[in-house]
């Protein structure tokens, strides 16, 4: 299905039919990726005195129960409620379906640039530099939607325990570089826009929602995170539709696919 669409005052083209999902399958009880060592998401046969809802046990239809944590089990997206005291769900702050964005590719480094906690030795951001250097003529019209892969970029992604290695993160430069670009919805490939083991300061979180010691903001209530996406090498650099698709959870977070579509200008 194609489509005419507007951006700013430039017209486009965009195909429907060919949408490029950037989020990582969720197997459960199979390979996922993994933070914080929380359990692996599993499903199990629901079952009640004589009823079991496994066909392959003898059960009338497949009638399972799911376990999962979405910030921690795969491709999820979070609103500001992460962060703050009040109770703000994803659902109601997630108010856009269809968000002109940019694709970029960064290294992460060793870096002198700000981040609260003190950084270690083998800490390795995603700079402020290095955004600098994909980002300084790109159309404001497309930062709406940023959408970062860092490089390299294997397929193990999709199954790492971020535990048993240091994961990067944004600094404190680059993520208030971000805010001033008025980047609304934010995705990466990483477990998190902060590190890990932050002694709970949540530095990069705090800086993109602009809050202070958990309270919430207003202004930046539909402002939204997608951690552990995943964007095949086959996917290039550049602009694109996002549609950002979510269950109709009404919690922080909620397991996300977000999917791409490619525009082309008239």
């Known amino acids: 299905m194609k489509a005419e669409i507007e951006i700013g005052f430039k017209k486009h083209t965009v195909d429907f039919s060919k949408g490029i999902d950037i989020s990582i399958p969720l197997y459960f009880n199979g390979e996922q990726p993994n933070t914080y060592g929380v359990d692996k998401a599993t499903s199990k046969a629901y079952q009640d005195g004589q009823f079991i809802g496994d066909t392959r046990k003898g059960g009338p239809c497949n009638f399972e129960t799911y376990s999962f944590t979405p910030h921690c089990n795969g491709t999820h997206t979070e609103c500001i409620g992460h962060i ?9 702050s997630l108010n856009r379906s269809m968000i002109p964005s940019t694709i970029i590719s960064v290294t992460p480094t060793n870096t002198n640039e700000n981040y609260i906690p003190s950084l270690h030795t083998g800490d390795v951001a995603i700079t402020k530099q290095a955004l600098l250097s994909q980002l300084k003529n790109i159309n404001p019209e497309f930062l709406q939607g940023l959408i970062i892969r860092t490089l390299p970029n294997p397929e193990t992604k999709k199954s790492r325990d971020y535990m048993n290695e240091s994961p990067s993160f944004l600094s404190i430069d680059a993520m208030e570089y971000v805010v001033s670009l008025g980047v609304k919805h934010l995705l990466v490939d990483i477990p998190s826009v902060d590190r ?15 809050t202070k010691e958990r309270e919430f903001n207003p202004n930046t209530q539909h402002k939204t995170i997608t951690e552990m996406i995943f964007v095949s090498k086959d996917v290039k ?13 009404v919690s922080d977070a909620a397991p996300s696919r977000p999917i791409l579509y490619k525009i082309n200008e008239l």
């Not at 890990?196 to 602009?210: A, C, P, Q, T």
């Not at 650099?237 to 959870?249: E, H, S």
Request: charged letters at 20%; hydrophobic letters at 40%; proline letters at 3%.
């Open 237 to 249: 650099d550049g602009n694109y539709l996002l549609n950002l698709q979510i269950p109709a959870f």
């Open 84 to 92: 703050t005291d009040k109770r703000v769900d994803i659902l109601s």
């Open 196 to 210: 890990l083991l932050d002694d709970g300061h949540l530095s990069s979180h705090n800086i993109f929602w602009e």
